[in-house]
């Protein structure tokens, strides 16, 4: 049984499929991909948030080339960032100071873990402006292996390889390969129960009383959703309350070429409501009508009234996405122009990177890893994400799966 059909879960699915197993996936939604999906609206097509997949390797090159064919495409571009008002080549993550800094002592802060490589002066005029604009907290209550995933496992210097027809063009295909392999993936299916007797998986059940037993579950969706749908019950210290980071899309449309030739433009200044902007033309022609653009926006805050960015409503918090475009950005003459497409709100789009709540996001985690037959696929990166999602299926199978 593999709860959840993002990249993690589908990631599992097809490895286990392919692998001879006979595999039920389950999930709420009635599209593949989690939020690695490609929504279409008014003649566009356009992802929930960019979504890079970031290979490392051929054979991880030559996976994508067999799903998605000559739908596959290099974009030759790397991310970009705003610096005293120019976007110039890489994430704020990329930037090197010009001379050599003195190193600061290692800790297990992102502000350590930065500093002792780039030094404490150049990480707090460059790096920690934009991650505390998006993780909400201080540079020292971020974990440090936050940093250092972002820094050595989501860097793309040089491009990247990109679905044709957005993300969920690739969700789409590892579904359909999972499928013809065997796998039974039911979509609009949610999982209502986990039967763990004994502390060792029996069962799940599905939405509509559905029971499919099933000695090795993976769990390729929150793991605090699954616990709290185990039977018998998660003790009450493993279900502890989680701040979240909540996310507003505003995807703006323009009747007129591309404002920039950058795929993903990251932004630190704080009176600018968003954080990234991806023009999906960059990412990939087939995605906008021709001579038309259209630019999603990511403002990431609390999913609060008293928020300044979630507590405008969508219309306001549009236009003043548009308005930073003009100013400060300087990418758009005239805010009039933007045409909105859709604004969409995810109020609990990841927990909130904060030390201070690391056991609670890592307590039903670790207590579900304590059940015989559960196997944990977090979600991740979509490269990363599939990538858990097979280790769980390699561990299932060295298990004895049939």
């Known amino acids: 049984m593999v709860l ?18 006979r595999v039920v996936v389950a999930d709420p939604a009635a599209e593949p991909g989690g939020l690695c999906v490609t929504r279409r609206r008014d003649g566009f097509a356009y992802d929930i948030g960019g979504h890079i997949p970031f290979v490392r390797d051929a ?21 970009a960032c705003v610096r005293d008002g120019v976007v110039v080549r890489g994430r704020y993550l990329d930037q090197r100071p010009p001379e050599p800094e003195p190193a600061a002592t290692h800790d297990a802060t992102a502000r350590g873990e930065l500093a002792s490589r780039f030094g404490a002066g150049f990480v707090d005029r460059v790096m920690r402006p934009y991650l505390e604009k998006v993780d909400g907290v201080a540079l020292e209550a971020i974990p440090g292996d936050r940093a250092r995933r972002l820094l050595e496992g989501q860097a793309a210097p040089d491009g990247f390889l990109f679905p044709a027809h957005g993300i969920g063009q690739l969700m789409d295909a590892m579904a359909g390969a999972a499928r013809r392999a065997g796998a039974d993936v039911r979509l609009s299916t949610a999982a209502e129960a986990i039967h763990a007797p004994d502390g060792r998986v029996a069962g ?5 009383g559905a ?8 769990v390729a969706m929150p793991a605090a959703a699954a616990a709290g749908l185990a039977e018998p019950e998660a003790p009450p210290d493993v279900l502890g309350p989680v701040r979240m980071r909540a996310v507003a899309i505003v995807y703006l449309a323009l009747g007129r070429g591309r404002l920039t030739e950058e795929p993903w433009i990251q932004v630190d200044d704080p009176r600018v409501p968003f954080a990234r902007a991806f023009e999906t033309p960059n990412w990939s022609p087939r995605l906008t009508p021709e001579g038309r653009t259209l630019i999603g926006l990511e403002c990431y805050c609390r999913a609060d009234p008293g928020d300044p960015v979630w507590g405008l409503g969508d219309a306001a918090l549009a236009a003043a996405c548009a308005e930073a475009l003009r100013d400060p950005l300087g990418l ?7 045409v909105v497409v859709e604004v969409l709100r995810i109020p609990r789009a990841y927990p909130v990177a904060d030390l201070a709540q690391v056991p609670a996001v890592r307590a039903p985690a670790l207590w579900l890893d304590g059940i015989e037959g559960i196997h944990l696929a977090p979600g991740a990166a979509v490269i990363e994400a599939v990538e858990a999602g097979e280790r769980a299926a390699a561990a299932a199978l060295a298990s004895g799966v049939s």
């Open 204 to 208: 799940v059940r599905l939405a509509g």
């Open 332 to 338: 758009l003459d005239d805010p009039s122009e933007a």
């Open 4 to 21: 959840g059909a993002g990249p993690a879960g589908l990631g599992a699915a097809l490895a286990l499929a392919r692998a001879g197993a």
């Open 59 to 79: 054979p991880r090159r030559a996976w994508l080339e067999e799903l998605l064919g000559d739908d596959l495409r290099w974009v030759g571009r790397p991310v």
């Open 211 to 218: 029971e499919v037993a099933a000695p090795h579950v993976v």
